[in-house]
């Protein structure tokens, strides 16, 4: 049987290595490999149409910095690519989709600068942004994870899904490269308040048996990252089960 929940492995970029941090912590940085374009190509050749793209070395500097590898991964594969980290601008999101992105994934500018993502939405359409939900201590945390803004979950989610955001990427804050296993609570938390997102789960997974249960609890897709480059994951099975 095949999975219901959709798989998107993630490559996360600093100074155009793949890379991927524990809590966001850029002191805390392990390299997974020189070349994010071919993982990519690795991803693809394992069956996976979807990957999650993140420009750490944006996220820090408040711009895009990594753009040619984005364009290099959209150029060299046919998977579907969401993009985040520092898309602070149109520009800045306008840059991303030149590239080749499907989707841009969007938090920081969400929480500051309200009035302008509800301009980005209606320019570009809801179905291609997603709402970046990053949490701590149930409030939403910005650029790059250095700072909690005072905006609650529920209340981010309220008002983007009246504008039409149908998918938002949450990402315990936490968790995230901690191979702990996810945050299903609050997952299954966030459904049962907006039953009809598209909510990617992100943080935490440290196997097969994180995605299994994520899946049981409805959640409708999931990224993951530390647990595929650390071997923790079965891929084969997970593809096939």
């Known amino acids: 049987m095949t999975k219901r929940i959709e ?5 996360d970029i600093i100074g155009g290595q793949c890379v991927r941090l524990t809590k966001g912590n850029y002191d805390k940085k392990t390299v997974y490999s020189n070349d994010p374009v071919e993982i990519a190509r690795h991803f693809e050749s394992l069956g996976f149409k979807r990957l999650h793209v993140v420009d750490l070395d944006g996220a820090k500097s408040h711009h895009i910095v990594n753009t040619a590898t984005l364009k290099a991964i959209c150029h060299s594969t046919s998977l579907k690519i969401d993009f985040g980290g520092g898309i602070k601008t149109i520009g800045d999101a306008r840059q991303a989709f030149n590239a080749g992105a499907s989707f ?7 929480v500051t600068q309200p009035d302008v993502f509800a301009e980005w939405i209606t320019q570009f359409g809801p179905e291609k942004i997603i709402l970046g939900a990053d949490v701590a201590n149930g409030k939403i945390a910005i650029n790059g994870w250095y700072e909690n803004g005072d905006v609650t979950l529920a209340n981010f989610l309220t008002h983007y899904t009246r504008l039409g955001i149908s998918q938002v990427l949450c990402t315990d804050v936490s968790k995230d490269g901690t191979l702990a296993g996810p945050n299903v609570a609050l997952y299954k938390s966030i459904m049962e308040h907006f039953p009809t997102l598209h909510l990617i789960a992100s ?8 995605i299994d249960v994520l899946e049981q609890a409805g959640i409708p897709a999931v990224v993951f990252g530390k647990a595929f480059y650390e071997g923790k994951l079965d891929v084969k099975q997970l593809m096939h089960q």
């Open 7 to 11: 798989l998107i492995p993630a490559i």
């Open 104 to 110: 841009i994934t969007v938090g920081s500018i969400a």
């Open 203 to 210: 943080g935490g997974v440290s196997g097969n048996h994180d």
